[in-house]
């Protein structure tokens, strides 16, 4: 592995000089990462992916998060040290400590208190600029699209091989008729009038999307945060839905409420919250089931590859994932 010029360039300004050795860390499922040690100190060199259909530019949305939160003292993150637009790179400081493997009390509230500092400077002039969260949503309406979207997405794929057709099957015959079902049921709930409603300003939050445990380091007992590829406004309930349903390191059903008590005890209209929360994560649990199948989709798996992610048996490793949340999940709602 070579460090390239843009790369080198960013080490000169800060005044790092080689030689380096070089990792490859493949904890991210999104971009390259690479450690750089010198004997001297440590840092990460991100390289992020770019794709025709993939419009959302990864390197300045989580380095313009970084350097706000920098920039306004939120520590437990990694400092935005340079980056580089032409070849896609960034440099950041060096996070120690590994991912937890059990999920305790205390990490809950550290998570909470996170949410709650990078939201203390929301109102500041940069902050108020900062872009909409990847699949920010709104009203109640852009939640139930949100899901039927990725329905439609992987319904729209052609199989082309045995494991394809069974991932097409799984949608069409399970995933399919429970969101219209849930669409049913949601709109029995409230009022037409609510549909549509856009969250206030007010009721908005700061939030890295794509937040659980998962984007996390511990050292000594202390919680670090990570990826903020995904970052920007979005709706609190969406935020706490998502931290409810992450996959890959999850929650507890308590834990869960934890969060969701912890995080709101500093927003407005806290009780209105949890009403949306519940009646809304259902439909959250629905699209982390898709979220699952992204892989089936060629734009998402080249970007897996591109990250470093095993390519053999991917489809059925992400297809016995999803089809197992399904049973755990969301079986009874059928």
């Known amino acids: 592995m070579m460090i390239s010029s843009p790369i080198d360039a960013l080490l000169r300004q800060q005044g790092i000089d080689g030689p380096f050795q070089m990792t490859s860390i493949r904890s991210g499922r999104n971009s390259l990462v690479v450690l750089l040690s010198n004997g001297t100190g440590e840092w990460i060199v991100k390289s992020y992916y770019s794709h025709s259909t993939d419009k959302r530019d990864r390197l300045a949305v989580e380095f313009g998060f970084l350097q706000f939160l920098n920039n306004e003292g939120v520590t437990g993150i990694c400092r935005a040290l340079g980056e580089d637009r032409a070849s896609r790179s960034a440099l950041y400081s060096f996070l120690p400590g590994s991912r937890p493997k059990v999920i305790r009390s205390e990490h809950i509230v550290q998570a909470a208190n996170f949410i709650g500092e990078v939201n203390r400077f929301r109102g500041s002039s940069v902050g108020m600029q900062l872009p909409e969260a990847a699949d920010a949503c709104f009203s109640i309406a852009d939640h139930i699209r949100l899901a039927e979207n990725r329905i439609s997405l992987l319904l729209r794929l052609a199989p082309a091989s045995q494991i394809e057709s069974e991932a097409h099957f799984f949608v069409k015959e399970q995933l399919q008729p429970l969101f219209i079902e849930l669409n049913k049921r949601i709109s029995n709930q409230i009022d037409p009038s609510e549909w549509s409603k856009q969250l206030s300003a007010e009721d908005r939050v700061l939030s890295p999307s794509d937040f659980g445990f998962h984007n ?58 949890i009403e949306r929360v519940k009646l809304l994560l259902p439909v959250h649990r629905l699209k982390w089931c898709c979220i699952l199948l992204n892989e089936f989709r060629l734009e998402d798996r080249e970007r897996r590859l591109h990250a470093g992610v095993e390519s053999i048996g991917l489809l059925d490793k992400q297809l016995g994932k999803a089809k197992q949340y399904f049973d755990h999940h969301l079986a009874m709602l059928t």
């Open 216 to 273: 996390t380091l511990e050292y000594n007992g202390s919680l670090f945060f990570v990826d903020f590829e995904y970052a920007g406004w979005d709706d609190p309930a969406k935020l706490i839905c998502d931290f409810f349903c992450q996959p890959e390191l999850p929650v507890s059903t308590s834990q869960g409420v934890q969060f969701m008590e912890e995080l709101l005890l500093g927003l407005p209209n806290p009780f209105a919250m």
